[in-house]
DNA sequence: ACAAAAGTGTTATCCATACACCCATGT
DNA sequence: ACATGGGTGTATGGATAACACTTTTGT
């Protein structure tokens, strides 16, 4: 039983249509990604992947991801905040078990927003830095790539940032955590200039005291939609 | 034989997929797309769609489509210059033959590159101008949107306008093009400074002659690769 | 000579960038 | 008093935007 007999040569119209899903948040200055243990041997033994599953006949590949999240993902069904679709992976070797084309999607979670027990890291279940990520099963490793891509365009040409940061956030939040994402230093008198003209987020009238240092204003996202516009 | 009965509710694993094609083309100051006939009784009967069809076991979606282009869009093999996945569409009743997910791609042509046979149009495939599209088979009317948005963004924050003009081209002819498809005009001498300094074209040395007017100077993109860079 | 499209320059405004010091709080 | 991060302004250069006339050809 070791051979890969279910690759089979049949010229059933086959498939099976799977979705796998790129779950980010951000915490403690590192962007983090949710990965689940993959356990399906002889193929894959204990390596983390992305939480996926297969489509089923009566489920978009959205609604899937939207199940995937709270069944495989551990995940409330309302802490899902903004979910697109990333990119469909078709190349016919990429699961050794048989043909299985993905729909991936990729999901941003405000940290703060997530209950305890979502945040929680154990055998099955973890949020992973994306700078500690290995190997992982499948072809998720060139799914992240994709998704990491994506999310970096994304940040730099939309406010999708409202969605991975606290619904209060300092200036100074605001800047390192786009700085993180982006890689690269962003000049914090010109970053707030530009951003407080845009009119995209407002002062809550509120600080965050308690820091040693000088309360910073509090601000938010004047709207919960994901625009496109330039940020920095 | 008139219901339904290809829409299961079998728990199968199923699934059908598909892809679909938006050839883009550009010719007489109109932005083309190439349309095949549909009869497909009873839910089409002689109806425009795109080119489309099964994905094969062994046939990445990609694969799929640039075989589909040959054999049903009626496009030598070598036309195809520039291929990208557009989106994948999973709406359950889709194709109301049953559950197909169809993985959509767009593709552009040069109009002077193809061949006389790729340009003719009949009652089973033509160019249609964009402008006179009306109802299409399936959901390729929400394709068509997500397509032209995609080229739209494109078109102006990258150089695919390349795959999509004649190599030789003149200043002009590059601006028109560019207005049409962007659907607003341009400065022409902004734009001629702009596309200039981007180092991006190259005067071929030659001019366009015999058009009753002053002969115009002939450009060429240096690079034959699409890079992400904002054209206007 | 006329029509038709090609080609060209200047100015004013806005935006991006670079850069360093004082302020308000906690300890 | 000191340490920490918050908050602020200006000057410069480059990009953008608005705008109209002359040139070269075909007829």
């Given at each position: 039983?070791?051979?890969?007999?279910?690759?089979?040569?049949?010229?059933?119209?086959?498939?099976?249509?799977?979705?796998?899903?790129?779950l980010?948040?951000?915490?403690?200055?590192e962007?983090?990604?949710?990965?689940?243990?993959?356990?399906?041997?002889?193929?894959?033994?204990?390596?983390?992947?992305?939480?996926?599953?297969?489509?089923?006949?009566?489920?978009?590949?959205?609604?899937?991801?939207?199940?995937?999240?709270f069944?495989?993902?551990?995940?409330a069904?309302?802490?899902?905040i903004?979910?697109?679709?990333?990119?469909?992976?078709?190349?016919?070797?990429?699961?050794?078990?048989?043909?299985?084309?993905?729909?991936?999607?990729?999901?941003?979670?405000?940290?703060?927003?997530?209950?305890?027990?979502?945040?929680?890291?154990?055998s099955?279940?973890?949020?992973?830095?994306?700078?500690?990520?290995?190997?992982?099963?499948?072809?998720?490793?060139?799914?992240?790539?994709?998704?990491?891509?994506?999310?970096?365009?994304?940040?730099?040409?939309?406010?999708?940032?409202?969605?991975?940061?606290?619904r209060?956030?300092?200036?100074?939040?605001?800047?390192?955590t786009?700085?993180?994402?982006l890689?690269?230093?962003?000049?914090?008198r010109?970053?707030?200039?530009?951003?407080?003209?845009?009119?995209?987020?407002?002062?809550?009238?509120?600080?965050?005291?308690g820091?040693?240092?000088?309360?910073?204003?509090?601000?938010?996202?004047?709207?919960?939609k994901?625009?496109?516009?330039?940020?920095?």
């Open positions: 039983m070791k051979n890969n007999n279910n690759k089979q040569n049949k010229p059933v119209k086959f498939a099976v249509l799977a979705t796998d899903v790129l980010f948040s951000f915490y403690d200055n962007l983090l990604v949710k990965l689940i243990k993959i356990n399906r041997p002889p193929y894959f033994k204990n390596i983390w992947g992305f939480p996926g599953g297969l489509v089923k006949p009566k489920e978009t590949a959205e609604g899937a991801v939207a199940r995937i999240v069944e495989k993902a551990g995940l069904k309302k802490s899902l903004h979910l697109e679709q990333l990119y469909t992976f078709s190349d016919i070797d990429r699961d050794p078990r048989g043909r299985v084309v993905s729909v991936a999607y990729f999901g941003c979670l405000s940290w703060p927003d997530l209950q305890k027990i979502e945040k929680t890291n154990n099955e279940l973890k949020w992973s830095s994306i700078k500690k990520i290995d190997k992982l099963a499948y072809d998720h490793n060139q799914m992240l790539k994709v998704g990491l891509e994506r999310l970096k365009s994304k940040v730099a040409y939309s406010t999708i940032i409202s969605k991975l940061i606290a209060e956030f300092t200036l100074t939040d605001l800047e390192t786009m700085e993180i994402i890689e690269r230093k962003i000049d914090k010109n970053f707030r200039k530009k951003i407080l003209k845009l009119n995209v987020i407002q002062e809550t009238g509120d600080k965050k005291i820091f040693k240092s000088r309360p910073a204003k509090l601000y938010r996202f004047i709207s919960h994901v625009i496109n516009i330039e940020l920095i």
